[in-house]
């Protein structure tokens, strides 16, 4: 059973200005944001968690790193909880995975200090945001995987950078959807999860948002 993080990259980035976002949120099916990460995976028990940072912020005209590029200078990092891995019959040589329901964060760091050595770090500063994802089907192919969902945005909270405030909000109030594709060549986990698979991905905002799934909001 392998599970990884990685995706689709689109050569052009349409950006809003801070105001714009801030006025009416992105269009339905624009990017919100490009990632990095890693999912630690535990084969023994289908328990998985993944981590990583975000490269591009629709609306964030800056740069999102203190220096070169690389998860130890980004400014905004991503966590999510415990993964649930259970594996269903393949369709032929597709294999077939049902990943559980849960959250995901993304953090602020005013002092960046993401290690890939240890996932924890990806989880520190300020929480900014918090989406919720339903239970989805993640097939593996090969050598690569995709994966694609949605997610609820249920908190946001207001944060400084670069001299403008922002909030989740004004960006992706409805939440995003995303996809992903995932390498399946292991690397070199940590405790508890001995296998690391290394990857990237996109998010796009989600156009309407369902009653009842609201959260909080500041």
Known sequence: ???AVLAIVPNNLVRLSPVAVAQAGLPASEVVWQHVGRVYLNPNTGKAVGAGYLVHINGLPSSLFNGAP???TAYFTFSTDVLQLTPRPNNGDVALSLVSAGTFNVYYNAVPHGDWNNPSSFSSGQLV?????????????GAFSFHSL???LTLSRKFTYNGQTYN???IA?????????FSNTPLSGVAGYPLAFAGAGTTMAVGELKKGNGGTRE
């Open 173 to 181: 109030p409805n939440g995003i959807t995303f996809a992903q594709f």
């Open 129 to 141: 945001a918090t989406f919720r994802r339903e239970e989805s089907l993640f097939p593996q192919m």
């Open 1 to 3: 059973m392998v599970f």
């Open 70 to 72: 690389s998860e130890a």
């Open 168 to 170: 989740f909000n004004n």
């Open 150 to 152: 949605s997610e609820v």
